[in-house]
């Protein structure tokens, strides 16, 4: 009889926690972005493990040490896979972000389909999967992360090691026509279909998927109905669903409750004059839209006269990826526009966009999305974008309004009750943020309840439960408290 999966390990390109070198001493942060905040929680107090790079290539570094402590706090252990600089610019700055990022996001002309980058790519997969094979049992449930690993069962198997295997793409899966312009899209695909269990954000990534199996291996025959089927290729099969990633509903909106952030609200409101605020909130990344958005506030100013002096936006951009040049380049192009639209419409007593670059803690951008009455979420192409989700959590007054990409895959889901746009289409957004301006409460307050209604109830303990459910018939509940778990480490 087989026994049962009792320990979650979870791989991804990075840990939840980062080494960096500051005024000559090593430090560890807790990591960003939004694995990292889907994931914690889920793992928090109930063992297991996380396997990923610690993100230095120093060999100066005491990365097990700097670790232990975090790992101890965190309630699981961190195991890591050393990379060198090499690795580091081959798999993740070539392979992963030149080629996978740009064409995943529809965005192939940014692509850059080096040879190189591939053999990288593959070595550093294989170099993942066996620290996976040695740290872990039969027993383990393996859920492998994002675009970065999408070779670990294929290795697994290839090393003869038996592991259940799970892999979640955090990123949009192309059509076919795009998907085919890879180079190595036949073996890209193959790999894939070696998983037990492949999970998408969207219905539509998971269509993607199929009709790109379909072109690659007309022997597939995909059965099923609902958000998870069955592939099967002849000589094996896999399931692949659709699976919604969230966020910590209470967490965000129990920060936006507190006190403190109530009058951190209230202070910014009152330092913009208690205008009207629409706000953006993204990591600084070409795919986000930050220039377009920026473009079509000032079409809004244009078009909308009425407004001026009564709205402010405020852009918030995450640095990222602050070395490779494509970035430094988008973050100059965005700086120029702030000023352009600023020198253009601000008059004495009021400037139009407030432009912040930098990170900011969880509760300071508790105060921002519960002072805004509008939040703009408008990348050109996203996975899902948690961004909007955690806006409609920390609107606990019911008072806002969410102006949505149709191409973020929270549009699937938040579609009825957010304000859908098209974020090439300039006068469009202005005109929705023209529309959104003018609701009354309580058309504000229908459409708020109801979405934030819909986030708690598909919140992040949902979206690990429905995954671990297709891929193990477990839920997380199964994976017992730390305190009553027993297993070997290996």
Not at 162 to 177: A, S, V
Not at 191 to 213: H, I, K, M, P
Request: charged share 25%.
């Amino acid at each position: 009889m087989e026994s049962e999966t009792r320990r979650l390990v979870v791989v991804s390109n990075r840990l939840p926690a980062a080494l960096s070198l500051e005024d000559g001493r090593w430090q560890v942060k807790a990591g960003a972005g939004g694995l990292v905040s889907a994931l914690a929680p889920a793992l928090r107090n109930r063992g297991g493990m996380w396997i990923g790079w610690s993100g230095t290539s120093n060999p100066e570094a005491d990365v097990a040490g700097l670790l232990a402590d975090f790992s101890s706090e965190a309630g699981y252990d961190l195991c890591t896979v050393p990379l060198t600089a090499d690795e580091v610019a081959g798999y993740y700055f070539g392979f992963s972000n030149e080629i996978i990022w740009p064409l995943f996001h529809d965005l192939q002309t940014r692509c850059r389909f080096d040879p190189d980058y591939w053999r990288m790519y593959l070595d550093v997969n294989f170099k993942f999967a066996e620290v996976v094979a040695r740290k872990t049992t039969p027993d383990d449930y393996i859920w492998i992360h994002d675009y970065h690993l999408m070779h670990q069962a294929f290795f697994l198997k290839s090393m003869g090691v038996k592991r259940k295997t799970g892999f979640f793409l955090h990123i949009p899966f192309p059509p076919p026509d795009i998907f085919m312009k890879l180079p190595w899209r036949w073996k890209l695909i193959q790999a894939l279909t070696e998983f037990d269990l492949v999970g998408f954000q969207t219905l539509q990534d998971r269509r993607n998927f199929t009709s790109c199996l379909h072109r690659l291996m007309p022997e597939a025959r995909v059965s099923g109905r609902g958000a998870v089927v069955t592939v099967d290729m002849g000589n094996n099969s896999l399931r692949v669903g659709a699976f919604p990633i969230s966020i910590d509903y209470n967490q965000f909106a129990d920060i936006a409750r507190r006190p403190e952030v109530a009058d951190r609200a209230f202070a910014i409101k009152e330092a913009l004059r208690h205008r009207k605020i629409i706000l953006g909130v993204d990591r600084l990344d070409y795919t986000k839209g930050i220039p377009e958005r920026i473009r079509s506030i000032r079409t809004m100013l244009h078009r909308y006269p009425d407004l001026k002096g009564q709205v402010n936006f405020v852009q918030i951009a995450v640095p990222s990826r602050e070395e490779v040049d494509e970035y430094k380049e988008l973050r100059t192009e965005i700086e120029q526009l702030v000023g352009r639209v600023n020198g253009e419409f601000s008059f004495p007593g009021w400037v139009p966009v407030h432009y912040h670059y930098r990170s900011f803690p969880p509760d300071e951008l508790a105060a921002y999305y519960l002072a805004a009455d509008t939040a703009l979420v408008t990348p050109l192409r996203d996975g899902m974008n948690l961004v909007a989700k955690e806006y409609c959590a920390c609107n606990v007054n019911e008072d806002g309004a969410l102006v949505l990409s149709e191409f973020a895959g929270a549009a699937a889901q938040l579609q009825k009750n957010a304000y859908l746009v098209n974020p090439y289409d300039l006068e469009g957004v202005a005109k929705a943020l023209h529309r959104v301006f003018h609701w009354d409460r309580e058309e504000r307050q229908r459409h708020m309840s109801r979405l934030r209604d819909q986030i708690r109830r598909n919140n992040i303990y949902w979206w690990v439960d429905s995954f671990l459910q297709a891929g193990i018939a477990r839920k997380l509940g199964d994976f017992p408290a730390l305190d009553t778990m027993t297993y070997e480490r290996g």
